[in-house]
């Protein structure tokens, strides 16, 4: 299994500005993906971050609000930009093989 | 913006009973299931998993059955201890989306010493 690390692990930050996670793997992998989990709720797929690729988004999610950068097979950010109340939430980082799917420990966000 | 509380369904149980938490899952063209264990403050673990082709998949202390006819999934954990007491998500992947992981709605376990 990947070891997976995310940095920040917690942030409270003012409305209207940006945060940037860093999400760092232990080994080599193609697909990482980003998830948002809001209080109490299951986790929601934000993005898919392959290396050498623009993000694909899913719907609901839109590159200006949550750029993704993916440098190399180990490393991807996530950036929560213009921040408002609503996107208090935990963000967290996974990754996969052809089958099983690991996450990370996840970034939890408060926007006030 | 409005305040979500936690909405979980639960399931409680007494500390060495056997505990069976189900999902409906959404997707007939679902390729593979993994179960995930959520304690407060953590990343989602992994538990199991079982592909479309199999019905039945066993752990240690833990079985996954799928029932594609009526899409539907279950965990059973034997002799349910505190330490198993968390959110439990089941998630479903169909190969050609892209490999993404789609979750369930969840449910909190509690488990009664």
């Known amino acids: 299994s990947a070891v997976i690390s995310q940095k920040p692990s917690r942030d409270i930050c003012q409305r209207g500005t940006s945060l940037t996670i860093q999400c760092q793997v232990d080994?080599?992998?193609?697909?990482m993906f980003w998830y948002r989990q809001q209080p109490g709720q299951s986790l929601t797929l934000i993005a898919t971050?392959?290396?050498?690729?623009?993000?694909?988004?899913e719907s609901g999610f839109v590159i200006d609000k949550f750029p993704i950068s993916r440098p190399n097979l180990t490393f991807s950010t996530l950036t929560v930009s213009n921040m408002s109340p609503e996107d208090s939430s935990i963000y967290l980082c996974?990754?996969?093989?052809?089958?099983?799917?690991?996450f990370g420990p996840g970034t939890r966000l408060t926007v006030t | 913006g409005e305040s979500v509380g936690l909405h979980l369904p639960t399931l409680s149980v007494q500390e060495g009973d056997n505990s069976i938490i189900n999902c409906a899952y959404s997707?007939?063209?679902?390729?593979?299931f993994i179960w995930y264990k959520q304690e407060s403050g953590k990343g989602p673990q992994f538990i199991i998993d079982?592909?479309?082709?199999?019905n039945k998949r066993q752990g240690q202390r833990v079985t996954v059955l799928l029932n594609k006819t009526v899409k539907h999934l279950s965990l059973q954990i034997a002799a349910t201890q505190p330490g198993d007491s968390a959110v439990y998500f089941c998630?479903?992947?169909?190969?050609?989306?892209?490999?993404?992981?789609?979750f369930g709605q969840g449910t909190e376990l509690s488990v009664k010493p």
């Open positions: 996974s990754v996969s093989g052809y089958d099983e799917q690991y």
């Open positions: 971050a392959n290396q050498g690729s623009e993000a694909t988004y």
């Open positions: 997707n007939s063209a679902s390729d593979y």
């Open positions: 079982i592909r479309s082709n199999m």
């Open positions: 080994s080599q992998v193609t697909m």
């Open positions: 998630a479903e992947k169909e190969y050609n989306q892209g490999g993404k992981l789609i």
